[in-house]
């Protein structure tokens, strides 16, 4: 059977793939603990509910206009200037099915064959393929641990030249949890100036998960905020994942190429969701700040386990619901004939041996690290913990 070559061009996910192997384990009556995905286990809060049924009830079961709801896109707004004092119109924003299809639009609508992408790592596994997919060539560019993996300004100096289109990153990131600072971010800002032809996408998805204060977008520079997108969404800050809606704030120009590009692909975004959007966007955050809450204490838990373990060294997350621990000093060492030769071996190792699924950090461009989620329940944590310690105490 003959397919296209594109499926040659970039990689299945990582994270989809660690919570298939889970699955199929489950499906043989092994208690395996999912430590891999990046999904909120708390429900949906009932105010967003009750928009959800409503719209139901009222009837929203028609194709939507494929930009989003006029109300939905003012409500973005609203809340763009809520909470980042940022100041959009509903002519600067396009609504999606899901964050990553908003990531997927602007980046076809941008990336010419060739072009260059320069991508800071750690990052998700997505951003390097779907530039792939776009037939861009990703420029990686390392960070380190003990700049708790944040690029800077002369790192971004080196990377840009005259055939970048682009610049990707995430802010709080997915996987280290890093935050930057708006310190941090005007030094980048000061770089983007040199190199005006340059897009900026910043992906805000994790924006209410933070633990050391305000959240600050890039896009408050506003000399820059013409070539600055921002991608964002309901499925982390609001436990809305299934539901599947993620925005754009852009230049409109940008936003009525992501239209074109939309139109053709799946037009509009589901319409009860865009009705619970609102709710969510415009509505009570109090649930959004429990969520918080209860992430860092689970942060806190689950960052006094990593501690205990001999050689784990790690980079405090400020943000998101993962920790990005370096493993390295279990690599070379065996369980009787299994040798751990790199992060992929040891997380199939935890898999298979603790029952405990988790990512290779090779997945997000850093092959000494793993990535593990703090978004399950407390007892599953320190019960995970507790598999992942001795697990690794077996290694010798």
Same mark, same amino acid.
């Given at each position: ?32 603990i ?28 028609h ?17 763009l200037?809520?909470?980042?004092? +940022?100041?959009?119109? /509903?002519? $600067?924003?396009?609504? %999606?099915?899901?964050? &990553?299809?908003? *990531? @997927? ?62 610049? +990707?990153?995430?802010? /709080?990131c $997915?996987?280290?949890? %890093?935050?930057?600072? &708006?310190?941090? *971010? @005007? ?11 340059v897009?900026?996408?910043s ?17 408050q ?68 700040i ?61 898999l ?23 978004a ?21």
């Open positions: 059977m003959k397919l296209s070559s594109r499926l040659e061009l970039f990689a299945e996910p990582e994270t989809l793939k660690m919570a298939k192997l889970g699955r199929e384990l489950r499906e043989k009556g092994i208690d395996v999912d430590l891999s995905l990046g999904e909120p286990d708390f429900d949906t809060p009932d105010h967003i509910k009750s928009s959800l049924k409503k719209a139901v009830d009222d009837n929203y079961s194709y939507t206009p494929v930009a989003g709801y006029p109300d939905l896109r003012q409500a973005v707004c609203t809340k200037k809520r909470d980042n004092n +940022l100041d959009y119109k /509903p002519e $600067n924003i396009l609504v %999606s099915t899901g964050a &990553k299809q908003s *990531l @997927a639009n602007v980046v076809m609508a941008i990336v010419n064959k060739g072009d260059d992408v320069v991508i800071p790592t750690p990052y998700w596994v997505t951003y390097s393929e779907i530039v792939k997919l776009a037939e861009g060539k990703v420029t990686l560019v390392r960070t380190s641990i003990e700049n708790k993996y944040k690029l800077t300004a002369e790192q971004l100096d080196a990377a840009l030249t005259s055939t970048t289109s682009l610049f +990707l990153f995430s802010s /709080p $997915n996987p280290s949890g %890093s935050v930057y600072t &708006k310190d941090e *971010l @005007a030094a980048l800002a000061g770089v983007f100036r040199k190199y005006p032809d897009f900026i996408i992906d805000e998805i994790y924006e209410y998960i933070n633990f050391v204060g305000k959240h600050e977008s890039i896009a520079f506003e000399d820059l905020k013409d070539r600055i997108i921002i991608i964002n969404g309901l499925s982390k800050g609001y436990a809305m994942t299934g539901y599947r809606l993620g925005y754009i704030a852009a230049h409109p120009n940008i936003i009525k190429a992501c239209e074109k590009l939309q139109g053709q692909y799946t037009s509009g975004a589901n319409a009860v969701t865009q009705r619970g959007a609102i709710a969510a966007l415009t509505g009570d955050l109090a649930p959004s429990e969520m918080n809450k209860e992430f860092g204490r689970r942060r806190e838990r689950m960052l006094g386990l990593l501690k205990a373990i001999p050689g784990i060294e790690i980079a405090e997350p400020d943000g998101a619901f993962y920790v990005f621990p370096v493993v390295t000093a279990y690599f070379g060492k065996k369980n009787g004939e299994e040798l751990i030769k790199d992060a992929d071996d040891l997380c199939m190792y935890l298979n041996t603790a029952h405990v699924s988790t990512v290779t950090g090779r997945a997000f461009g850093e092959p000494t690290c793993i990535r593990i989620s703090f399950n329940s407390m007892q599953k944590i320190e019960e995970a913990m507790s598999r992942i310690t001795a697990a690794l105490a077996n290694l010798g």
